[in-house]
C-alpha cells in the first residue's frame, strides 16, 4: 500500500510518500511551498496538492491533525490549508486517516514528547536511509507515513 504523509502549514506542506510492504520503503519526499500571502495561496494549494496526488497515486493519505498555535491567525491559516487538503483527499476517493503530534513522535520514537531531531533520526532508522534531505516539514511528513503504516487498520475505519 502506498501511503502519502502530509505535514501540513501555512507556507510549506511536507510530503512523504511510502511503500508499506514487509518492508517500509521511502518513494519520495519534499515539500509543497507556497509564496503568496494573498487569499489566492489557497488556489495554488489546492492545484499543487492536486497533482501531487496524481503523480504519487496513494491508497490512503495520512494528515497531521492541529493541537496547538501560538498564534491565532496562524492555525486559522493552517486548518484552511487542512480544509483544502482534506477535500481533495475526499474528491479523489483516497482512504484519509488523521494523527496528533503525539501519537505520531509515539508511533516513530516511542516516545510522544521527542523533539523533531529525535524523530528525523528514527524515520531515517525505521526506513534504512542515510537522511531525509530539507526542512523538518519533509521529515515530518515521512512520519506521519510511517504512523498510518504501523497503526493504520481499515476495519476499523469509519471515514471511507
Do not use: H, W
Not at 519526499?29 to 495554488?44: P, T, V, Y
Not at 482512504?95 to 531531531?117: F, N, S
Not at 532508522?125 to 512520519?143: E, M, Q
Request: glycine share 6%; charged share 25%; hydrophobic share 40%.
Amino acid at each position: 500500500m502506498k501511503i502519502l504523509g502530509i505535514d501540513p502549514g501555512t507556507s510549506r506542506i511536507g510530503y512523504g510518500l511510502i511503500n508499506s510492504g514487509n518492508n517500509l520503503k521511502l518513494i519520495d519526499c519534499g515539500l509543497i511551498e507556497i509564496f503568496d500571502k494573498s487569499i489566492s495561496k489557497f488556489s495554488s494549494l489546492a492545484d499543487r496538492f492536486e497533482k501531487l496526488i496524481k503523480k504519487t497515486n496513494p491508497d490512503l493519505v495520512a494528515l497531521e491533525k492541529i493541537y496547538f498555535a501560538r498564534n491565532q491567525k496562524t492555525a486559522i491559516e493552517v486548518a484552511q490549508a487542512r480544509g483544502i487538503l482534506i477535500l481533495l483527499t475526499l474528491q479523489n476517493k483516497i482512504r484519509l486517516i488523521e494523527y496528533g503530534p503525539v501519537e505520531i513522535k509515539q508511533a516513530v520514537t516511542g516516545y510522544g514528547l521527542a523533539d523533531k531531531k529525535s524523530v528525523a533520526k528514527m524515520v531515517s532508522r525505521i526506513l534504512k536511509i542515510d537522511k531525509i534531505k530539507g526542512p523538518d516539514d519533509i521529515s515530518d511528513a515521512v512520519a506521519i507515513a510511517i504512523t498510518a503504516a504501523v497503526r493504520y487498520n481499515p476495519i476499523n475505519q469509519l471515514n471511507q
